[in-house]
């Protein structure tokens, strides 16, 4: 019987434990003797939505083996078409139930984006743009009301509002994700990792419409 939701995510914070304790499991030490075994199938437990940042890969971070995640990596870790396609994909192909939007502390597409709303800033190329703009209306009501506060104080509230914006970007994003949400059959967290610990705090689950109660911290 697959794992649940709540079982995968369980797995995935005890590798991030190893992760933090500079340990590995036996089992991801040896994963790349699966390349043949992996080479014609895949069935993946669960779906991270991270950030392109070369220092947060979710394999490593999780410590999980070859062939566990489907990762969908942009800067950010925004919610455009092709990544509720992506997360849909994986649904529909491997019926994974566990997506993880996992962003980080001092992500520098927020920065940029708290950047591009301070007052006589050059205007960011439109190709960035592109991103700062799914990240702006989420930061804007922060900036708003905290432009005393320090900026490493805003920066991480930016970066945590980001990160729930995304999670209610995949749970209402498609008729089918809505409804794997409803039924129970898939559940969408939040985590920050932090660059300096390595650590991953599972941070936010907006309301599940099920009747499970879904975990919203490792501790």
Same mark, same amino acid.
């Given at each position: 019987?697959?794992?649940?939701?709540?079982?995968?995510?369980?797995?995935?914070?005890?590798?991030?434990?190893?992760?933090?304790?500079?340990?590995?499991?036996?089992?991801?030490?040896?994963?790349?003797?699966?390349?043949?075994?992996?080479? !014609?199938?895949?069935?993946?437990?669960? =779906? %991270? @939505? $991270?950030? #392109?940042?070369?220092?947060?890969?979710?394999?490593?971070?999780? *410590?999980?083996?070859?062939?566990?995640?489907?990762?969908?990596?942009?800067?950010?870790?925004?919610?455009?078409?092709?990544?509720?396609?992506?997360?849909?994909?994986?649904?529909? !192909?491997?019926?994974?139930?566990?997506? =993880? %939007? @996992? $962003?980080? #502390?001092?992500?520098?597409?927020?920065?940029?984006?708290?950047? *591009?709303?301070?007052?006589?800033?050059?205007?960011?190329?439109?190709?960035?743009?592109?991103?700062?703009?799914?990240?702006?209306?989420?930061?804007?009501?922060?900036?708003?009301?905290?432009?005393?506060?320090?900026?490493?104080?805003?920066?991480?509230?930016?970066?945590?509002?980001?990160?729930?914006?995304?999670?209610?970007?995949?749970?209402?994003?498609?008729?089918?994700?809505?409804?794997?949400?409803?039924?129970?059959?898939?559940?969408?967290?939040?985590?920050?990792?932090?660059?300096?610990?390595?650590?991953?705090?599972?941070?936010?689950?907006?309301?599940?419409?099920?009747?499970?109660?879904?975990?919203?911290?490792?501790?």
């Amino acid at each position: 019987m697959p794992a649940s939701p709540t079982e995968c995510l369980k797995r995935l914070i005890e590798g991030n434990e190893r992760f933090v304790a500079n340990t590995r499991s036996a089992e991801t030490a040896i994963s790349h003797f699966r390349r043949s075994e992996l080479a !014609t199938n895949q069935n993946p437990s669960a =779906v %991270v @939505l $991270g950030c #392109s940042d070369s220092r947060v890969p979710a394999e490593i971070v999780f *410590d999980q083996r070859l062939g566990e995640l489907f990762v969908i990596r942009v800067a950010g870790n925004i919610v455009a078409p092709s990544q509720l396609a992506s997360v849909e994909f994986a649904a529909q !192909t491997w019926g994974i139930g566990l997506v =993880v %939007v @996992l $962003g980080h #502390s001092q992500c520098g597409a927020v920065s940029a984006t708290l950047d *591009d709303l301070t007052p006589d800033r050059p205007e960011a190329p439109q190709s960035l743009n592109s991103i700062i703009s799914r990240i702006r209306p989420v930061v804007v009501p922060l900036v708003e009301l905290g432009n005393a506060l320090p900026r490493d104080t805003l920066m991480r509230a930016a970066v945590r509002a980001n990160i729930r914006a995304s999670v209610d970007a995949i749970q209402r994003g498609t008729p089918l994700l809505e409804k794997m949400v409803t039924s129970g059959e898939m559940l969408v967290v939040g985590a920050e990792y932090d660059l300096v610990t390595g650590a991953v705090e599972v941070m936010h689950a907006l309301r599940q419409r099920s009747t499970t109660s879904p975990p919203v911290s490792k501790t």
